[in-house]
């Protein structure tokens, strides 16, 4: 039998990224923050990943490496072993959230020591490797790939190498990528690179780099721990709330997404196994949900989505709904919804449940257009991630008949929802073969609905 760990909940995109999963960690973290502590544990991705959380003055706060959870009193957030953490972009937004918050209004951080860093080198490096690369020309700039590869290649850096400063190490490091990128013809010290400030640096010297990330890790200092005893101890606990944060989606794991256009971490629920050297089974974990926008799906990057939409609605979902990257700011690709795929993440990523966000993106005179399965050459197949098997399928769509946007928004419950909304969220359970236990309605965290009893 199950062995289910009570008042426990993981979130990870069911798609190609940015679905809106911030708001349902938010959600959930507050919810189960009114009846005790709650820690919100993200184990992957570093400033790729991008969340913009607005406060009811105005004020907007991006979050890249920070849990969504960090506005929330009573939460404690940790930032996991497998996060590639960048250490001046980090300083960035705790300052950016120390700006709209006062300390008690926030959320306790924890930064596993051994957390890795992505580092300017690694952001050098991927700038270069572009030019010589004749995909994969479309990652965030953010250093990430770099960053897991040395992980591979069994020299990473990590948390704990700057807080407690490895000479020694960290100049090899900057050695290392010295010849890296000298062998692929440019010079790292004069190469520039982003920053989640705006503007872009230099790498700059040896002495500069070192001295640049010996000043940062002395006020990162305060927030670095060894977290395992930490967390077996909360995880034992069952009155304490988990909220499991996963960065991107399944659809850009490097194993279940198609390349070039996937990131360099776990995206699945089986990275949180990992990061926490096994204190954490996922299979424990109560809702392991996915988190899809409910009548179209975005992307950004290369590949060419089977359910592209080549249409002015497109033009019109992207404008409506902000379709715009939070890191990169591109404009992203607007596609019907791909059942087939989204079954295959699904099944990949072990999601038992789908929250569905942007119910509201609906236009009384367009039907809602799903794709519900391929066909190649009259033979019906299934969802793979291969982008030249992707290029020759056939996609097969179904409509429904749009719902009143203005009922949707006023309904509390499952059953004051309009009878489109209703059929169509069951035609999706179906087919993805999990059931959805949530639906959004808008940014707001009232405006979610709740279909299932989750327990919170
Ligand atoms: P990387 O994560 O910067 O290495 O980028 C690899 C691929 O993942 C690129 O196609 C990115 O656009 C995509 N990607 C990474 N993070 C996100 C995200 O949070 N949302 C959507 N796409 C992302």
């Known amino acids: 039998m199950k ?19 911030g708001r349902i960690v938010d959600m959930l973290v507050h919810k189960l923050s009114k009846d005790g502590l709650v820690v919100v544990y993200r184990d992957n991705g570093g400033a790729n990943a991008g969340h913009t959380v607005e406060f009811p003055n105005g004020q907007r706060v991006a979050l890249h490496q920070l849990p969504s959870g960090v506005f929330i009193q009573g939460a404690v957030v940790v930032l996991g072993k497998e996060m590639v953490l960048h250490p001046g972009d980090l300083l960035e937004e705790l300052s950016q959230v120390e700006a709209v918050t006062v300390t008690k209004d926030r959320a306790e951080i924890k930064i596993d020591e051994m957390a890795l860093l992505s580092l300017d080198t690694h952001r050098a490096f991927e700038a270069v490797l572009k030019d010589w690369q004749s995909g994969g020309k479309g990652s965030t700039g953010r250093g990430i790939a770099p960053a897991y590869a040395d992980v591979l290649l069994r020299h990473p850096l990590r948390v704990r190498d700057i807080t407690h400063f490895q ?52 006020s990162l200092k305060k927030y670095a721990e060894s977290v395992h005893d930490w967390l077996a101890e909360q995880w034992a606990d069952h009155k304490v709330g988990f909220v499991f ?14 390349y070039p256009d996937v990131t360099a971490s776990d995206t699945t629920f089986a990275g949180i196994f990992s990061a926490t050297e096994g204190v954490i089974d996922p299979n424990q974990i109560k809702v392991k949900a996915g988190v899809i926008k409910a009548t179209y799906m975005s992307s950004v990057g290369t ?7 080549k249409t002015e609605l ?51 005179d367009q039907p809602v257009k799903v794709c519900v399965g391929y066909e190649v050459a009259g033979k019906k197949v ?6 030249v098997f992707l290029d020759a399928v056939k996609p ?36 993805v073969g999990v059931p959805v236990i949530m639906i959004t309605t808008g940014p707001q965290r009232e405006q979610g609905i709740l279909l299932e009893d989750i327990g919170v």
């Not at 203005?406 to 035609?427: G, I, T, Y």
Request: hydrophobic content about 40%.
């Open 245 to 258: 944060e996963k960065a991107q989606a399944v659809g850009l794991d490097c194993r279940w997404g198609v």
């Open 3 to 21: 062995n289910v760990r009570p008042r426990s909940y993981a979130i990870c995109g069911g798609a190609f990224g940015d679905e809106g999963k």
């Open 382 to 387: 299934s969802y793979r991630p291969d982008q």
């Open 303 to 309: 590949r060419k989505l089977p359910t592209l939409m």
């Open 167 to 218: 000479d020694e190490k960290v100049k090899q490091h900057y050695k290392m990528y010295t010849a890296l990128i000298a062998g692929l013809g440019q010079d790292l010290a004069t190469i520039e690179v982003p920053t989640l400030a705006g503007q872009k640096i230099v790498v700059g010297s040896e002495d500069e780099f070192v001295a640049r990330l010996k000043s940062q890790a002395q």
């Open 396 to 431: 097969i769509y179904k409509e429904f008949k749009p719902w009143d946007a203005q009922q949707l928004m006023q309904a509390d419950s499952r059953k004051e929802l309009p009878k489109e909304a209703r059929d169509f969220l069951d035609f999706v359970a179906k087919q």
């Open 314 to 364: 497109a033009d019109l979902i992207r404008h409506d709904a902000h379709e715009y990257g939070a890191t990169t700011k591109r404009p992203r690709d607007i596609a019907y919804l791909d059942l087939p795929a989204l079954k295959f993440f699904s099944q990949v990523g072990k999601i038992d449940s789908l929250v569905l966000t942007h119910m509201d993106v609906i236009y009384p």
